[in-house]
């Protein structure tokens, strides 16, 4: 990709509209745009991060045995009729078609998955397993806020596990959790934890939220030393005292990007969800519910670790691995050489983005920051000179002091690939 093709808006100045610092560098980058309150287009760059964060989601759903599927946005009332929450979900929009059949927009999709896998399960040997989507929902919030961190619509990794055995779901519950885990910690995200939470609205028995620790959140959880974490449903507020060890637990804020449940039968049952079990019976399958909020992610990761100057993504979530800027130069050399760069990494595979124009050199820098590849590759008649490439890294929390900082033109392409290596470590 060249920069000046690359279908995105950078915004001189401040970003009207925008209540939080990850909020206004993602208007300020062009990675979303606001087509109605509380939904967004997703430029080129947001899209690649979303992307990047779908690909993370489904290796490590993948590596727990999930299966992906895909369900639809809307679905007709009967179904949420049947489950019992068409009446009590205040967040789920109601419409008619033109044949006067009721439908929603499904905010969730426990009751379609169980719709689904009535046509599927049989037998109790066809258990344990897991579905999982990523696909967009739609619930009718009150307000909207802080860009992708509350939106009306946007885009969801849910999962739902099917069950013999509380000990079964409970065994599965805890690979998800370690799953997500690993989820967040791919995605760059380091202040991220897990807390006991209620079950509201889903229903069930256990359920935990992840939570990115940061002062902007608008949940307040509540962590011990002991490692008991809960949300403020589940705490009393006046003493704030762990229920586990009676220590005086501390009061932060977050954002929730993952929840996970324990939901039992209450959806198999009400949807009389059946399976054959081993001693002839008729049994309703246990089921667990998994969720992660992808755009939700991308936003948390901006309000954690973006600086003043743009996104600070790592090699698993940025749009590019990789900008090649050429600087221009009176001998005609640099933009040559750094279209050659451009071109080779390409050839080799590598997300790059080009920055060729006719442009001042503290712009090309501050669009650099921006789109923040983690690799910065700058072609300089300078460099040029003593047969090098100049290398910036965007950020990152590695010991750089043995990586180079220039190296000759005949080794630029397996010296940046080592670099991608080292900074996925």
Same mark, same amino acid.
């Given at each position: 990709?060249?920069?000046?093709?690359?279908? $995105?808006?950078?915004?001189?100045?401040?970003?009207?509209?925008?209540?939080?610092?990850?909020?206004?560098?993602?208007?300020?980058?062009?990675?979303?745009?606001?087509?109605?309150?509380?939904?967004?287009?997703?430029?080129?760059?947001?899209?690649?991060?979303?992307?990047?964060?779908?690909?993370?989601?489904?290796?490590?759903?993948?590596?727990?045995?999930?299966? +992906?599927?895909?369900?639809?946005?809307?679905?007709?009332?009967?179904?949420?009729?049947?489950?019992?929450?068409?009446?009590?979900?205040? %967040?789920?929009?109601?419409?008619?078609?033109?044949?006067?059949?009721?439908? %929603?927009?499904?905010?969730?999709?426990?009751? %379609?998955? %169980?719709?689904?896998?009535?046509?599927? *399960?049989?037998?109790?040997?066809?258990?344990?397993?897991?579905?999982?989507?990523?696909?967009?929902?739609?619930?009718?919030?009150?307000?909207?806020?802080?860009?992708?961190?509350?939106?009306?619509?946007?885009?969801?990794?849910?999962?739902?596990?099917?069950?013999?055995?509380?000990?079964?779901?409970?065994?599965?519950?805890?690979?998800?959790?370690?799953?997500?885990?690993?989820?967040?910690?791919?995605?760059?995200?380091?202040?991220?934890?897990?807390?006991?939470?209620?079950?509201?609205?889903?229903?069930?028995? $256990?359920?935990?939220?992840?939570?990115?620790?940061?002062?902007?959140?608008?949940?307040? !959880?509540?962590?011990?030393?002991?490692?008991?974490?809960?949300?403020? +449903?589940?705490?009393?507020?006046?003493?704030?005292?762990?229920?586990?060890?009676?220590?005086?637990?501390?009061?932060?804020?977050?954002?929730?990007?993952?929840?996970?449940?324990?939901?039992?039968?209450?959806?198999?049952?009400?949807?009389?969800?059946?399976?054959?079990?081993?001693?002839?019976?008729? /049994?309703?399958?246990?089921?667990?519910?998994?969720?992660?909020?992808?755009?939700?992610?991308?936003?948390?990761?901006?309000?954690?670790?973006?600086?003043?100057?743009?996104?600070?993504?790592?090699?698993?979530?940025?749009?590019?691995?990789?900008? $090649?800027?050429?600087?221009?130069?009176?001998?005609?050399?640099? *933009?040559?050489?750094?279209?050659?760069?451009?071109?080779?990494? /390409?050839?080799?595979?590598?997300?790059?983005?080009?920055?060729?124009?006719?442009?001042?050199?503290?712009?090309?820098?501050?669009?650099?920051?921006?789109?923040?590849?983690? !690799?910065?590759?700058?072609?300089?008649?300078?460099?040029?000179?003593?047969?090098?490439? +100049?290398?910036?890294?965007?950020?990152?929390? /590695?010991?750089?002091?043995?990586?180079?900082?220039?190296?000759?033109? +005949?080794?630029?392409?397996?010296?940046?690939?080592?670099?991608?290596?080292?900074? *996925? /470590?």
């Amino acid at each position: 990709m060249r920069i000046e093709n690359l279908c $995105v808006k950078r915004l001189i100045g401040e970003a009207a509209g925008a209540t939080t610092h990850g909020h206004k560098i993602a208007l300020k980058g062009g990675y979303i745009y606001q087509t109605f309150q509380g939904g967004y287009t997703l430029s080129p760059l947001g899209w690649r991060v979303v992307r990047n964060i779908e690909n993370i989601i489904r290796q490590e759903m993948d590596a727990i045995d999930g299966q +992906e599927i895909l369900m639809p946005v809307v679905s007709g009332a009967d179904i949420w009729r049947e489950s019992g929450r068409y009446d009590t979900v205040d %967040v789920l929009a109601k419409f008619k078609g033109r044949s006067g059949t009721d439908y %929603v927009l499904n905010p969730t999709h426990e009751e %379609v998955v %169980v719709d689904f896998v009535k046509s599927v *399960l049989e037998t109790y040997r066809q258990m344990p397993f897991m579905v999982y989507q990523i696909q967009t929902k739609f619930r009718d919030e009150l307000r909207a806020r802080a860009g992708l961190i509350r939106t009306r619509e946007f885009i969801m990794k849910d999962a739902y596990s099917f069950h013999e055995t509380y000990e079964d779901l409970e065994t599965y519950y805890n690979r998800c959790l370690e799953a997500y885990k690993t989820i967040f910690a791919r995605c760059g995200m380091k202040n991220v934890v897990h807390v006991l939470s209620s079950t509201g609205d889903m229903g069930g028995s $256990v359920a935990h939220e992840f939570q990115l620790i940061n002062d902007m959140g608008e949940d307040t !959880i509540y962590l011990c030393d002991c490692g008991f974490n809960t949300n403020k +449903e589940l705490i009393d507020d006046e003493s704030e005292t762990c229920p586990k060890c009676g220590a005086k637990m501390h009061k932060v804020r977050g954002i929730e990007i993952g929840n996970i449940f324990q939901l039992g039968t209450k959806y198999s049952d009400s949807m009389n969800l059946t399976y054959t079990a081993p001693d002839g019976e008729s /049994k309703h399958p246990i089921m667990g519910c998994y969720g992660i909020g992808v755009g939700r992610t991308m936003a948390a990761i901006l309000e954690e670790s973006a600086d003043e100057k743009g996104p600070i993504w790592n090699m698993e979530t940025a749009p590019f691995a990789v900008e $090649v800027i050429g600087l221009s130069d009176k001998e005609g050399k640099t *933009l040559p050489m750094a279209e050659k760069i451009y071109t080779d990494l /390409k050839a080799a595979g590598i997300e790059v983005i080009l920055d060729n124009r006719d442009a001042r050199a503290g712009e090309k820098f501050a669009d650099a920051d921006l789109v923040a590849a983690p !690799i910065r590759l700058i072609v300089s008649a300078k460099n040029l000179a003593n047969n090098a490439i +100049e290398v910036k890294y965007r950020v990152n929390d /590695k010991d750089t002091t043995n990586m180079p900082t220039s190296f000759g033109l +005949e080794t630029y392409l397996a010296d940046t690939q080592n670099a991608i290596s080292e900074l *996925l /470590k």
